[in-house]
């Protein structure tokens, strides 16, 4: 079958591409959406694609085409005799209603070219599948690449008229005046959706701290949010760290039982075990998916995050960490190009997938040698490549004064600051939040306040609000308003 197989015939349309060279020749007016669209690989005949480029050259001079300017390119070229002489060219000119079509022609050479391309792809993976030295995983990555290229260069987006896009801006007006003030994905806390308006589609949102601040404890806490208390479907792609080792930090967080417990360092009494069943209930069924992939290959996570969007209906992606991901293989070696690459796509697949898509980032050195303003995180800190500031549309860092030593008081233990430094489409600010390590969980200033007297109103026996009350808030209400003060500005 191999055999019978490459004795078969590349997709070509040898009329279609006279036809549409034909039209070039004798209409002006074919001319910018040919070289708009199509690309010299698109022509299967070696003498067409000689004339193509030779055309696009007197394009790109700003010279008419017509048969004596073609003609002498392609003899400045050398290529004038290897096509025929000017009688081939004349013979082109002479296809008689090509110009009315050359729309519908140009389409169809699109497609005869993703046709061979997909071809060429194929074979190079079936070679590469045959060689058991070849790593798998380095095939994998090859082979997401190859088709991906193959059929990328031929998806080209349409404008759209300024009429269209307002009417499309004034239906998402009117849908958004019913509802909470939120537009995107909730975080779970108002401080925060009351700057972001919730994590907004096609958004790229890197979340960068120094090691050991509580990146992933941050991140699992608006997974477990946005999943169990709106039941959004979130996808949780974990580089670092195993699937059930995630699973039991959002233990601890749900149940409220001491990690040593969870970890297994102390046992579990009876009604421990019984608290442990009744809190897990809504985090079992929440809408979440884990992916602990190590060494994800950037290509590989497009694939997956377009198979969870289409079959899961996933609304909020989340990478920990984006420098533990790969690269395209041929840029291995170049780390500041690879983390490029890693970034554009990411930005590349959150816009495609129409998904926010926040995605962990460490801190370089100078972050932590840099004396003054407390150590604070600046947007030139992000490591290894400037291209994760530049492609990111908010760019937010997790700033504890009490790790780095900076604060001897005690009353500061926990508290933290999320620093928006970067919102493309709002403003950015300093909020104020605690973090409490026995449970693994950020909350608000204002629940802390609120948790300090919580342990007598269980005791007095009072009947607490439960269920989907507790998550109805407004994030725009004054006393929201007041939770992250008025350090804001716009950038």
Known sequence: MLGLEVGNKPPQALDVEEAVIGALLIEPNCVDEAMEELEASCFYDEKHRMIFQAMSALVNEHTSIDLLTVSQKLKSQGNLEIVGGPVALARLSQKVGAAAHVEYYIKILKQKNTQRQLITASYKILKNAYDDTVNVDDLTDMAQTEIFGATADNQKSVEKEIGSVINQAIADIERLQDSTGLSGVPSGYPSIDRITLGWQASDLIILAARPSVGKTAFVLNLARNAAVQYHMPVAFFSLEMPAIQLAKRMMVTETGLSADKIKGGQKLEPYEWVQLEQKLKDLAKAPLYIDDTPSLPVMEFRS??????????????????????????????????????????????????????????????????????????????????????????????????????????????????????????????????????????????????????????????????????????????????????????FM
């Open 304 to 489: 997956k995050v377009k198979r969870l969007v289409r079959q899961k209906g996933v609304r909020l992606v989340i990478v920990d960490y984006l420098q533990l991901m790969q690269g395209p293989a041929e840029l291995r070696g170049m780390r500041e190009q690879e983390v490029a690459a890693i970034s554009r796509t990411l930005k590349a697949t959150a816009k495609e997938m129409n998904v926010p898509i926040i995605a962990l980032s460490q801190l370089s050195r100078q972050a932590v040698q840099r004396t003054g303003s407390n150590n604070r995180p600046q947007l030139s800190d992000l490591r290894e490549s400037g291209s994760i500031e530049q492609d990111a549309d908010m760019v937010i860092f997790i700033h504890r004064l009490d790790y780095q030593g900076l604060s001897e008081n005690p009353e500061d233990a926990g508290k933290t600051q999320i620093i928006i430094a970067k919102h493309r489409n709002g403003e950015i600010a300093d909020i104020d939040m605690m973090f409490r390590h026995s449970e693994v969980r950020f909350v608000d200033m204002a629940d802390t306040l609120v948790n300090q007297v919580s342990p007598s109103i269980v005791d007095s026996g009072m009947n607490l609000p439960s269920g989907p009350a507790q998550n109805a808030y407004d994030p725009f209400s004054i006393e929201a308003g007041k939770e992250f003060g008025e350090n804001t500005e």
